[in-house]
């Protein structure tokens, strides 16, 4: 299973970019998927996740500010960020849930998800 992410890039604060993660098996559409993200000197976060439903769930820090979506007929999940602040300054990288979730939102905890793309860098600039 490969996840491929795009569309991360350099923008001034309050600027937008959309993400994008492309997945190799259409099988991963059933499953939940999510956005994590990095910045040196700290560790993982969760920013959001979606069902297959497309039931979305998205940490405090970028509520009203990002939207998580998906589209299963193109393998493909989406992460559509605005306002952008230097805090958001980070490795995006989206993750996929192999198996089934029994729960009405996706879960945030990173041992959740077993496949991982290699993530594409956001750099925010004040």
């Known amino acids: 299973v490969q996840l491929v992410e795009s569309g991360g890039g350099s923008v001034q604060a309050g600027g937008s970019l959309r993400l994008s993660c492309a997945a190799s098996?259409?099988?991963?559409?059933?499953?939940?998927m999510g956005w994590f993200r990095q910045s040196p000197g700290k560790e993982r976060e969760w920013v959001a996740a979606?069902?297959?439903?497309?039931?979305?769930t998205l940490a405090d820090s970028v509520e009203g500010r990002f939207i998580i979506s998906r589209d299963n007929g193109k393998n493909t999940l989406y992460l559509q960020m605005h306002s952008l602040t230097v805090e958001d300054l980070a490795m995006y990288v989206c993750?996929?849930?192999?198996?089934?979730?029994?729960?009405?939102?996706?879960?945030?905890?990173?041992?959740?998800?077993?496949?991982w793309g290699q993530g594409t860098q956001v750099n925010v600039s004040s």
């Open positions: 993750a996929a849930r192999g198996s089934p979730w029994m729960s009405a939102t996706c879960p945030a905890e990173p041992d959740q998800y077993m496949s």
């Open positions: 098996e259409y099988t991963l559409s059933r499953y939940c």
């Open positions: 979606i069902t297959r439903f497309s039931t979305a």
